[in-house]
């Protein structure tokens, strides 16, 4: 609204225009706009005030669209709300559903594991399409005024949720195996923050890492968990920042997150950290961080404590292996679950990695020569990545996979019309074959072996030591394994495709568990 007074004895003109609520935080709270027309002539006074009435509703406009906000405090105490209420009903429904079977908990879990991947898809793409009509409600709820999708505010406010949603995946997955720790985000009101110093003249975090990757481009098998440690590392920080007012605190913050939230290994601790100072590196060189900043130099563990520290896999003894496999809650699973039951007995059988199985497809299954062998490839159309070019290979399905009628299972599949050989299992940031891991781990841990130093891959360990136990030469057992060649000769001179699976199936076949395939065949 816009009107002429006369203000002064001079008749002096004055134009006035009421402030929208929605944006008078713009104007330090003021309800009004006032401005001298500096004319005593009424015509005048009123073409002037035409101009600066127009003037001020593109004024009013622009900011209604582009500058409605919320402060900090204001955005975590509506996530508070949203993460206690949330949190409440979670508790409610465990109060209330009854006792709750491993499996019900496992497919819980992966289903949290899915969603907590789409979160983190979300905030890396800068994608906020799936939470808007929450972050809506959650605004209406609030009784606070909406907020256009463009604004920089809402912008921050979805961010804020889909940090808010992982913190409460966290939380819950712990819920649900009956953790209750200290050290879970307390979900209170945060108190108003003291004012803010200017911000530096730098390139916030993220941008500097679009900038990194774009400069330095990787695999996506190296750049998508890269991505994803990044991601987390502004979380724990508290969000994205300008490069320069990153800490040696949050640095600090970081690395205890890594050692007593997530409970790394000093060795993982390590790496986590050389990535992010590797980031902040090469920011340095390009200019971005000046005076030779870098929160992270100086906080990885040394070599000598990494070594002391870290946890070495070893084989399991027969007798270990054979109570897991010879368990109920093992046998079960060829059909309950049978992506279980076969995946831990490729790893055993085959001495491949768990995500070399886990990514089979059904035509990875071959026969040549009246040898059935397993194609390890990484067909990326399949979503299938390897370690290293070593890593590709033909290894024969060992004789007890037939026996225990392993082929059977590959035809049925084939059969149903399935691409891939277990399709249950759906790709997370920790591969397809996460799920069968933790579910061994657990499996392991019920049968009373409580060493951590045991686990699914201690298959792999335990089958490559059997082979060179048995004398099958160093090369095959390192083609078997998928191994990079450690000499000269291996490296240039020997082609592993044009070698004969009769040779490969020999050196593979020495690896025995009698017992472990008697009872297994029991059951069949």
Same mark, same amino acid.
């Given at each position: ?29 003021? +309800? ?386 399935? +691409? ?34 045991? +686990? ?69």
């Amino acid at each position: 609204m816009a009107t002429l007074f006369i203000r002064s004895k001079r008749q002096t003109y004055y134009h006035r225009s009421t402030i929208p609520r929605k944006i008078r935080q713009h104007f330090g709270g003021k +309800v009004q706009f006032w401005r001298s027309l500096r004319t005593t002539n009424k015509d005048e006074a009123k073409a002037l005030s035409a101009q600066w009435h127009a003037r001020t509703q593109r004024v009013f406009a622009t900011l209604k669209l582009k500058g409605e906000s919320m402060t900090a405090p204001e955005i975590e105490r509506l996530i508070a709300r949203w993460m206690e209420s949330t949190l409440d009903e979670a508790e409610d429904f465990r109060a209330t559903c009854g006792p709750v079977s491993d499996d019900r908990r496992e497919g819980i879990h992966l289903a949290m594991s899915n969603e907590f991947d789409t979160v983190a898809d979300a905030l890396l793409s800068c994608n906020y399409v799936k939470v808007e009509k929450e972050a809506d409600e959650l605004l209406k709820t609030a009784s606070l005024p909406h907020l256009d999708h463009d604004s920089a505010d809402f912008g921050r406010l979805c961010r804020r949720l889909l940090r808010a949603k992982q913190d409460v995946l966290r939380i819950e997955a712990d819920r649900w195996n009956g953790e209750y720790t200290s050290h879970q985000p307390a979900v209170v009101a945060s108190p108003p923050s003291p004012a803010t110093p200017p911000v530096k003249p730098s390139p916030l975090f993220s941008e500097v890492v679009k900038k990194f990757m774009a400069e330095t481009p990787r695999a996506d098998r190296t750049a998508k968990p890269l991505q994803a440690e990044l991601l987390k590392f502004l979380n724990t920080i508290g969000g994205d920042r300008p490069i320069m007012d990153i800490t040696k605190a949050d640095g600090r913050h970081y690395k205890e997150h890594l050692l007593n939230e997530r409970k790394l290994s000093m060795r993982t601790v390590s790496s986590r950290l050389s990535v992010i100072g590797m980031i902040f590196k090469w920011a340095e060189q390009q200019g971005f961080v000046t005076d030779g900043v870098n929160p992270i130099k100086g906080l990885a563990p040394s070599k000598k404590i990494v070594r002391k520290t870290s946890g070495k896999r070893r084989p399991f003894t027969d007798a270990e292996l054979l109570t897991v496999l010879s368990s109920n809650g093992f046998l079960s699973q060829r059909t309950a679950r049978p992506e279980r039951y076969w995946l831990v007995l490729l790893c055993l059988f085959q001495v491949c990695r768990r995500e070399e199985a886990g990514q089979l497809a059904v035509a990875d299954i071959q026969e040549e020569g009246g040898i059935h062998f397993l194609r390890i490839n990484d067909d990326a159309a399949l979503g299938q990545v390897l370690k290293n070019e070593g890593s590709r290979r033909r290894v024969p399905i060992h004789s007890a996979l037939v026996t225990l009628g392993f082929l059977d299972f590959v035809q049925r599949i084939r059969n149903a019309g399935h +691409v891939r050989l277990f399709h249950t299992l759906t790709k997370t940031h920790n591969g397809y074959s996460d799920p069968v891991g933790k579910f061994f781990g657990r499996l392991v841990t019920k049968k009373g072996i409580a060493d951590p130093a045991v +686990v699914l891959h201690s298959l792999r360990h335990g089958g490559i030591t059997k082979l060179h136990a048995a004398g099958v030469p160093h090369n095959v057992v390192e083609i078997l394994a998928g191994h990079a060649a450690q000499s000269v000769h291996g490296q240039t001179y020997v082609h592993r495709d044009q070698l004969p699976l009769s040779l490969l199936r020999d050196g593979l076949e020495k690896l025995r568990y009698e017992d472990v395939v008697k009872a297994l065949t029991a059951t069949a």
